[in-house]
């Protein structure tokens, strides 16, 4: 297919892409390095890894198991792991330097301004905690909606918006009683 334009027009995905391109990326990675254990028993997990990602783009991290994805993803989101060492020449996220963040202002910063969604979505949430407990409990927590209702009314929201069939009800079953698609929605929804 072949796109038809007058003269000096561009595609538009093309404009955006240069002015995207232009802009600071939304997430800056340079040198990211993350090991675990100490001294001769040290393992590298993560090798001097960079990237950037702008704002509106996909990015994906393909690897072998044990090739250091998901010690990535969660070093993005302040959570490399127990025991971790994290080093990184620039870890930034709209243009805030995260390698200075401590534990009290990563909590404020995770679910607030930066989300990490788990393949496996029925081992990210409680089992024993309806999902809509789940997702209003990061509502409660960044204070988005004040009041209980306010909350409930949100989470029945989230879940409409990403698409769960009956959310009002969604909202009061627990994650086993879901579609393992509804899951990984709910959890979009929480993030």
Request: one cysteine or more.
């Given at each position: 297919m072949t796109d038809t334009l007058e003269h000096g027009a561009r595609p538009a995905q093309a404009v955006d892409a240069r002015a995207n391109a232009a802009a600071p990326p939304l997430l800056d990675v340079a040198n990211l390095q993350v090991s675990f254990g100490?001294?001769?028993?040290?393992?590298?997990?993560?090798?001097?890894?960079?990237?950037?990602?702008?704002?509106?783009?996909?990015?994906?991290?393909?690897?072998?198991?044990?090739?250091?994805?998901?010690?990535?993803?969660?070093?993005?989101v302040g959570l490399p792991g127990t025991g971790a060492t994290l080093h990184a020449d620039r870890l930034a996220f709209d243009g805030r330097d995260l390698t200075r963040l401590s534990h009290r202002a990563w909590r404020a910063f995770r679910g607030k301004e930066i989300g990490f969604v788990l393949q496996d979505a029925l081992v990210s949430l409680d089992p024993l905690r309806?999902?809509?407990?789940?997702?209003?409990?990061?509502?409660?927590?960044?204070?988005?909606?004040?009041?209980?209702?306010?909350?409930?009314?949100?989470?029945?929201?989230?879940?409409?918006?990403?698409?769960?069939?009956?959310?009002?009800?969604?909202?009061?079953?627990?994650?086993?009683?879901?579609?393992?698609?509804?899951?990984?929605?709910?959890?979009?929804?929480?993030?």
């Open positions: 100490r001294g001769a028993h040290q393992v590298a997990a993560v090798k001097g890894l960079s990237f950037s990602l702008h704002q509106g783009r996909c990015l994906a991290i393909v690897g072998e198991s044990g090739s250091g994805k998901s010690v990535t993803a969660r070093s993005l309806p999902v809509g407990a789940e997702i209003a409990e990061g509502l409660r927590l960044h204070g988005a909606a004040r009041s209980r209702e306010e909350r409930e009314q949100r989470v029945v929201d989230l879940l409409r918006l990403v698409g769960v069939p009956e959310p009002e009800l969604k909202a009061r079953q627990l994650p086993q009683q879901l579609s393992g698609g509804q899951r990984q929605r709910a959890l979009i929804a929480a993030a």
